[in-house]
């Protein structure tokens, strides 16, 4: 095993790819989790969008009318969970978790009936998202490739995570998301409807969740497979109580994440069996929630019952 | 005579509110999703649901049906009695298999008679099961992590431990299969009533060959035997046992549990080794039962983990309504993969319409005709936040 040939500006590249989608699906759950909702089908909304995506792809030819497709998708499961969650005030987790199941089985069931495949579906007709590359920016050592040569999509997300943060802590509208999550009637007194905020804060995580999955099928691969986001809805969840709902702590966890999948995937290049280097994300993840959660007693996820 | 006219009425009343409320019309409303799934298959749905009828119910139907009803049911109590509990067990899958696991290396390297390693794979199955599920358990006790992250985080470590043993140290050499050995013939589950046995051969002479009891019989393994068994345990535990009054107590209101003086880290505690347990020995009997040696995937390839979460959920954790929709579900499963032989229709259809019958019941559809307004929805801004307003004080 050659040590030496193990961290490299490929490395770097290759972890903020990992993290895009994770990072997308977790602001979309940090959101919701600041406007009262406990949002765990980000699983499920993910990958409806990357079946959307691929198929969308397919059927007009263009990787951005796929990525409106998916967004669209993936925007019409999460009006069920707003509808279940906010309106009839259904619980939550089980609602996230039959919803994690439908898009399994929805999914599996559409690439049969579409594409005539199990498995996996792969063809020259789905046209993938380029990656844009910044001129000189992208010439920076390490840094340079790793940043400035991704999708839109990833710009996007980069960029998300300061608008995020800015919009949360800065403007009113975050102040009255953050009130409708903290202290729903004090909110409502004020004359800001929590439903309305909550019906947003959720249909807003379907659009990051489909952005997330055309991310995964267009971008990262170009290509569905069945149950291809392979938890990593369930990362962004994690992610999300790791960053304790505030986007830069978010996107630290997810660059964790990103960087336990990609050193993975490089160990497992220099003879590591892949069944080892696979599991190392959930490990870390769930290693590294561990240890938050003994420095910071208290974390802010409150819907989490505990 | 009058009071029992009027005790007709009221059953009857009362049947037809329950036709009217959420779980028959939420079925109903999910198979017409699923007639729309087929629809945008490109075939008839009027063609694939009665193929899918009598492939669960005629022929080898009941008989296949009860054999998938069998582990599904058994999944399905090791999450209800968690769900019941209060307790979001999301790592039956890892449990499962991991039980599957520790089974079979019992069943390929222990010596001695069948029926004793039968009985000590179970036993180590159900150890393995329920370590794994007291390991989600005891992040949450002592570490914070919920229960629901800890438990499903661990199903992927399970998933590819197992996945690498199968692989590679455990794998039958010169097979092109990713397996371990076959199991010893001795060391296999049998059906209730063997083929090859004398009273296999009495009951095909007497029975017919294409009956369904018999072919029930032949079929189904003692393994439906044990999973009623765990049913019948649990009902009694829940009803008769201060331990399982404790877990529906803290269930329904964790707070008033603990002011009532139950001790909810042992409750969640003791909730998941039993959870784990069950879960591993459903895992065990799938290799001693069915496959007869464990294949790489084959445990999570099944779904029955999930397949028995959305049961329990059906259910309302209750044990009897576990076998009535374990036993629904699987003719699901059954009849899908009959259409998909007849009608080229994906099997998976199963798994939408179940999914989607929990996500309707769930939200609680119910013909509108029947709700009482002004009762299903509280009047206030937010539920939760009265709720923590009141623990305050």
């Not at chain 1, 505030?246 to 995937?265: M, N, Q, S």
Request: net charge positive; aromatic share 8%.
């Amino acid at each position: 095993m050659n040590w030496s040939n193990l961290i490299d500006g490929e490395l770097f590249a290759s972890v903020v790819r990992a993290l895009i989608p994770v990072l997308l699906a977790a602001l979309g759950g940090l959101i919701c989790e600041r406007a009262g909702v406990f949002n765990i089908a980000l699983e499920g909304l993910m990958l409806i969008g990357c079946f959307a995506a691929v198929a969308g792809s397919y059927a007009t030819g263009s990787g951005y009318l796929g990525v409106l497709i998916a967004v669209a998708a993936s925007v019409a499961v999460s009006a069920v969970l707003a509808y279940g969650s906010v309106t009839r005030r259904a619980d939550p987790i089980v609602l996230g978790v039959a919803l994690n199941i439908f898009g399994v089985g929805v999914t599996g069931f559409l690439l049969v009936a579409f594409f005539h495949v199990r498995g996996v579906f792969q063809n020259p007709k789905i046209i993938g998202l380029g990656t844009v590359r910044i001129p000189l920016l992208a010439d920076i050592p390490w840094v340079g490739p790793a940043l400035f040569n991704l999708t839109l999509i990833g710009y996007l997300a980069l960029i998300l995570v300061i608008v995020t943060q800015l919009v949360m802590f800065r403007y009113p509208l975050g102040l009255r998301l953050r009130g409708v999550g903290e202290r729903p009637t004090a909110a409502s007194t004020l004359g800001v409807n929590p439903n309305r905020y909550r019906y947003g804060a959720v249909l807003i995580s379907g659009v990051l969740c489909g952005l997330a999955g055309a991310q995964l099928a267009l971008g990262n691969v170009v290509q569905f497979s069945e149950n291809m986001s392979a938890g990593r809805g369930w990362i962004a969840v994690v992610a999300v109580m790791l960053g304790r709902a505030h986007p830069i702590g978010t996107f630290g966890a997810c660059v964790l994440f990103g960087f336990a999948e990609a050193f993975g995937f490089r160990l497992q290049g220099n003879g590591l069996p892949a069944q080892i280097t696979d599991a190392a994300p959930y490990v870390v993840t769930l290693i590294a929630l561990i240890i938050a959660r003994k420095y910071f007693k208290r974390g802010i996820v409150s819907a989490v019952i505990e | 005579m009058t009071t029992e006219l009027a005790a007709d009425r009221t059953l009857a009343r009362r049947s037809l509110a329950w036709l009217a409320g959420p779980v028959p019309v939420s079925i109903i409303v999910a198979l017409a999703i699923g007639a729309v799934a087929i629809a945008i298959a490109g075939i008839n749905p009027f063609d694939a649901y009665p193929s899918m009828v009598e492939g669960a119910l005629t022929g080898r139907g009941p008989a296949n049906t009860l054999q998938r009803a069998t582990p599904i049911i058994g999944m399905a109590m090791a999450l209800a009695i968690a769900f019941r509990a209060g307790v979001f067990n999301l790592g039956a899958e890892g449990q499962m298999v991991l039980g599957g696991l520790a089974g079979t290396l019992v069943a390929l390297t222990m010596p001695g008679p069948g029926p004793v390693v039968i009985v000590v794979a179970c036993l180590a199955a159900m150890a393995a099961g329920a370590l794994w599920a007291m390991l989600a358990a005891v992040l949450q006790t002592s570490m914070g992590v919920p229960i629901l992250i800890s438990s499903l985080l661990l199903n992927y470590p399970a998933r590819y431990f197992s996945s690498y043993l199968v692989r590679f140290p455990l794998k039958e050499k010169g097979s092109s299969m990713v397996a371990t050995p076959m199991i010893p013939d001795g060391t296999r589950i049998p059906a209730l009533i063997p083929a090859d046995s004398a009273w296999g051969t009495a009951l095909r002479h007497s029975l017919g060959k294409e009956n369904a009891l018999l072919l029930i019989t032949r079929n189904v393994n003692y393994s439906l035997l044990v999973v009623l068994a765990v049913v019948a345990l649990v009902i009694f535990v829940n009803r008769k046992t201060p331990g399982g009054f404790e877990s529906g107590l803290a269930g329904q209101n964790l707070r008033f549990a603990q002011y009532g003086g139950v001790h909810t880290t042992a409750l969640v505690i003791r909730t998941m080794i039993f959870s784990g347990a069950i879960s591993g020995l459903v895992g065990v009997m799938l290799v001693l039962g069915s496959d007869f040696r464990l294949i790489d995937g084959a445990l999570v390839g099944t779904n029955y983990a999930w397949t028995g979460l959305l049961v329990a959920l059906l259910a309302a954790h209750r044990p009897v309504g576990v076998l009535v929709s374990g036993a629904f579900f699987a003719a699901l499963i059954v009849g899908g993969e009959a259409m998909q032989r007849s009608n080229g229709v994906s099997s998976q259809l199963s798994q939408v319409i179940q999914a989607a019958v929990i996500i309707l019941i769930v939200v609680r559809l119910t013909l509108p005709r029947w709700r009482r307004r002004g009762r299903d929805l509280p009047a206030i801004a937010d539920r939760g936040a009265v709720d923590d307003e009141v623990g305050k004080v």
